[in-house]
């Protein structure tokens, strides 16, 4: 499944054409989110613009290609990269290291930065 984020970093790296795999049934139905995805990104202003087209020898309407003209919008970007830092600050929030000792925690990351930051401190008092 495609999701909204990785649909916007592939037009960013310059992806301008999106069409199903083959004409049949089964790639055009996988086809269509994708359609409605590009089509849901133009609506919220994180692209430029884009042409969809729809097919009509079977009478489905199905998405058979979309055009996008001009990238992304300011605003796309800025939604992506506003992205990117939330997954950062997950990752950071997910690498903590609490061993509880008798129902204390312990933040072992910041305990190992107040450590060395306090003996660099006494090493440049040395000095």
């Known amino acids: ?3 909204l984020r990785s649909l916007l970093e592939e037009i960013k790296m310059g992806r301008k054409r999106f069409r199903p795999a083959s ?3 089964a790639d055009m139905l996988d086809f269509q989110p994708i359609a409605k ?4 990104a133009n609506t919220e202003g994180f692209l430029e613009s884009y042409v969809p087209h729809k097919e009509s020898a079977t009478g489905n309407c199905w998405y058979d290609l979309v055009v996008v003209n001009g990238g992304l919008s300011h605003k796309g970007g800025l939604f992506l990269e506003k992205l990117n830092i939330e997954t950062e600050e997950k990752i950071e929030s997910i690498i903590q290291l609490k061993p509880s ?3 204390i925690g312990i933040d072992l990351i910041a305990l190992w ?3 060395w930051n306090r003996w660099k401190n006494w090493k440049n008092r040395k000095k």
């Open 1 to 3: 499944m495609t999701t």
């Open 23 to 25: 004409t049949n049934e």
């Open 37 to 40: 995805l590009i089509d849901y």
């Open 101 to 103: 000792i008798y129902g």
């Open 113 to 115: 930065r107040a450590l």
